[in-house]
């Protein structure tokens, strides 16, 4: 307990006592992104190990770039996962999307900005038509987004009128997903990224004292700030190198355009989930449903946005796919884009079950699912390998959540 000016105390906890807490929710089922963090170690050094390219800077921009298009479908997917609720049609969603804005751009020569809101709007009618359908009909969420995953192949092939590739040709549609931002702009944008944390660490800290609340001790705010300032200069410093195999013809420096793309969204999405009262009342109805509706919670319009939010989020994946493609195609969405997508959820610490998720972990699991597509297409061309460690990875992501929520049902009851 420390005392304030105006003579009150305040209660401080030390960086011990955080410590011994977290290792006290983690031996009761509480693993957060441990297991995530953990894997995303593990594989670095297992990858970096047997082929020495995985390290390369060149490696380290393609990870970003290839892992981005899954990371914001799952984002989307993680609103739909804390209800305890699927979409099955978000891979084809964000095929349709984009296939959408590629054929308006190339053949009704529409400005890129209009095309992008028409497949924004056309996500978030889609997530409408999805949502009424699960929270006022009564239709089962798998059932209904099965039906639309299977009606969205489709309508995608009609779009690209029965198997066409369809080129994208708008520069700045194309920057998204392979461009870069400039040398300054980048460090820019680490120093804004990095004062911005500090200041909402503070900030948080301070008007906790105020109030008298138990608040974090100093250390502990200064170890989190001190990391993620490392991390990111870190990485901007290596993104800044030279890449290119002939610098002389064409130079490939500088933090990849998607990268801010994916943080503000990041930031955005879990600020929205953290500290709104809609995102409160969604972890609410996640967990229980029938405790919510007594509690007065409009649980049928929130369940409904869900699905609205994630199939936006779907519609901007898309786009951002359909940019590093360079095209859009009749597999535009599909394959294993919507697998992925729900295993990078998973992976990074959301259940299935509703109730537990962050937007955080879409980006460490998609992390893992990138750095495992990247690293096995390094050391093995045998796609089946790829799928099979990608698949036990999943389901080793979906035990540590069942067994963890089983410890913590059972610490609960003791």
């Given at each position: 307990?420390?005392?304030?000016?105006?003579?009150?105390?305040?209660?401080?906890?030390?960086?011990?006592?955080?410590?011994?807490?977290?290792?006290?929710?983690?031996?009761?089922?509480?693993?957060?992104?441990?297991?995530?963090?953990?894997?995303?170690?593990?594989?670095?050094?297992?990858?970096?190990?047997?082929?020495?390219?995985?390290?390369?800077?060149?490696?380290?921009?393609?990870?970003?770039?290839?892992?981005?298009?899954?990371?914001?479908?799952?984002?989307?997917?993680?609103?739909?996962?804390?209800?305890?609720?699927?979409?099955?049609?978000?891979?084809?969603?964000?095929?349709?999307?984009?296939?959408?804005?590629?054929?308006?751009?190339?053949?009704?020569?529409?400005?890129?900005?209009?095309?992008?809101?028409?497949?924004?709007?056309?996500?978030?009618?889609?997530?409408?038509?999805?949502?009424?359908?699960?929270?006022?009909?009564?239709?089962?969420?798998?059932?209904?987004?099965?039906?639309?995953?299977?009606?969205?192949?489709?309508?995608?092939?009609?779009?690209?009128?029965?198997?066409?590739?369809?080129?994208?040709?708008?520069?700045?549609?194309?920057?998204?997903?392979?461009?870069?931002?400039?040398?300054?702009?980048?460090?820019?944008?680490?120093?804004?990224?990095?004062?911005?944390?500090?200041?909402?660490?503070?900030?948080?800290?301070?008007?906790?004292?105020?109030?008298?609340?138990?608040?974090?001790?100093?250390?502990?705010?200064?170890?989190?700030?001190?990391?993620?300032?490392?991390?990111?200069?870190?990485?901007?410093?290596?993104?800044?190198?030279?890449?290119?195999?002939?610098?002389?013809?064409?130079?490939?420096?500088?933090?990849?355009?998607?990268?801010?793309?994916?943080?503000?969204?990041?930031?955005?999405?879990?600020?929205?989930?953290?500290?709104?009262?809609?995102?409160?009342?969604?972890?609410?109805?996640?967990?229980?449903?029938?405790?919510?509706?007594?509690?007065?919670?409009?649980?049928?319009?929130?369940?409904?946005?869900?699905?609205?939010?994630?199939?936006?989020l779907a519609a901007i994946g898309g786009i951002i796919a359909a940019s590093r493609d360079n095209s859009?195609?009749?597999?535009?969405?599909?394959?294993?884009?919507?697998?992925?997508?729900?295993?990078?959820?998973?992976i990074g610490g959301t259940s299935l079950f509703g109730g537990k998720g962050r937007v955080l972990d879409?980006?460490?699991?998609?992390?893992?699912?990138?750095?495992?597509?990247?690293?096995?297409?390094?050391?093995?061309?045998?796609?089946?390998?790829?799928?099979?460690?990608?698949?036990?990875?999943?389901?080793?992501?979906?035990?540590?959540d069942a067994l963890s929520r089983r410890r913590a049902a059972a610490r609960g009851l003791s």
């Amino acid at each position: 307990m420390t005392a304030t000016t105006d003579g009150r105390t305040q209660p401080v906890t030390t960086l011990v006592d955080h410590v011994t807490a977290y290792g006290r929710r983690v031996r009761g089922g509480e693993m957060g992104a441990l297991p995530a963090v953990l894997g995303i170690i593990v594989l670095v050094i297992g990858f970096s190990s047997t082929q020495p390219r995985f390290l390369t800077a060149i490696n380290f921009a393609n990870l970003l770039f290839q892992g981005a298009a899954v990371t914001v479908i799952a984002m989307g997917l993680i609103f739909v996962l804390l209800l305890g609720e699927i979409d099955l049609s978000a891979g084809y969603t964000s095929g349709v999307c984009a296939s959408l804005a590629a054929v308006l751009m190339l053949e009704q020569h529409i400005a890129w900005y209009f095309a992008v809101l028409i497949a924004l709007g056309t996500g978030l009618v889609t997530g409408l038509l999805l949502g009424l359908l699960v929270a006022k009909v009564g239709i089962p969420s798998f059932v209904v987004t099965l039906a639309a995953f299977l009606s969205f192949q489709g309508i995608l092939l009609v779009i690209v009128k029965q198997g066409q590739i369809i080129s994208i040709q708008d520069q700045t549609i194309l920057a998204i997903g392979n461009k870069n931002l400039l040398i300054w702009q980048g460090w820019l944008f680490y120093a804004v990224s990095v004062a911005g944390y500090a200041a909402v660490q503070l900030y948080r800290t301070f008007r906790r004292g105020r109030r008298g609340l138990t608040r974090e001790p100093m250390s502990l705010v200064g170890l989190r700030i001190g990391a993620l300032a490392v991390l990111g200069g870190v990485a901007v410093y290596i993104l800044n190198l030279e890449r290119s195999l002939n610098p002389a013809r064409t130079s490939l420096r500088g933090v990849p355009i998607v990268v801010p793309i994916v943080l503000i969204l990041l930031v955005v999405l879990t600020f929205v989930l953290k500290r709104t009262t809609y995102g409160l009342h969604l972890y609410a109805v996640g967990g229980n449903l029938e405790a919510a509706r007594r509690a007065g919670i409009a649980t049928d319009a929130l369940r409904t946005s869900a699905f609205v939010i994630c199939s936006l989020l779907a519609a901007i994946g898309g786009i951002i796919a359909a940019s590093r493609d360079n095209s859009v195609s009749p597999t535009s969405g599909g394959s294993n884009v919507l697998l992925y997508a729900v295993g990078a959820a998973v992976i990074g610490g959301t259940s299935l079950f509703g109730g537990k998720g962050r937007v955080l972990d879409a980006v460490l699991g998609g992390a893992v699912v990138a750095i495992i597509d990247n690293g096995m297409n390094l050391i093995t061309e045998e796609s089946w390998i790829k799928y099979v460690v990608t698949g036990l990875v999943l389901l080793a992501a979906a035990g540590v959540d069942a067994l963890s929520r089983r410890r913590a049902a059972a610490r609960g009851l003791s």
